[in-house]
Nanobody, 120 residues
Framework: QVQLVESGGGLVQAGGSLTLSCAAA????????MGWLRQAPGKEREFVAS????????RYADSVKGRFTISKDNAKNTVTLQMNSLKPEDAAIYYC?????????????WGQGTQVTVSS
């Protein structure tokens, strides 16, 4: 069992930055992928970024490439999403998630979510 807790959301002006953190409780299997999904009001939950827990291979949605950076700290069991050059369309609830091999929008584990609001 993996429990995930997000922190770091908030209100930021367009063009600003936020850092989201995810703390994982429980052992994360070596073949798991950690990452972030988001869901805006009236929209489907969508993939944002992921990182393989063992090898650190990253993957990003096209909409955030070049602006967001995902990283991990295996010793601390944490995953971080650095978000720069934020746009109003980035506003959503961001969920930390974990899944076997590939992060989909229906992961095995996810947190409660943290709100990100971007003002224009």
């Amino acid at each position: 069992q993996v429990q995930l807790v997000e922190s770091g959301g908030g209100l930021v002006q367009a063009g600003g930055s936020l850092t989201l953190s995810c703390a994982a409780a429980g052992r994360i299997p070596s073949n798991y992928v950690m990452g972030w999904l988001r869901q805006a009001p009236g929209k489907e939950r969508e993939f944002v970024a992921s990182i393989t827990w063992t090898s650190g291979i990253t993957r990003y949605a096209d909409s955030v490439k070049g602006r967001f950076t995902i990283s991990k700290d295996n010793a601390k069991n944490t995953v971080t999403l650095q978000m720069n050059s934020l746009k109003p369309e980035d506003a959503a609830i961001y969920y930390c998630a974990a899944n076997w091999m590939v992060l989909t929008n229906r992961p095995a584990y996810w947190g409660q979510g943290t709100q990100v609001t971007v003002s224009s």
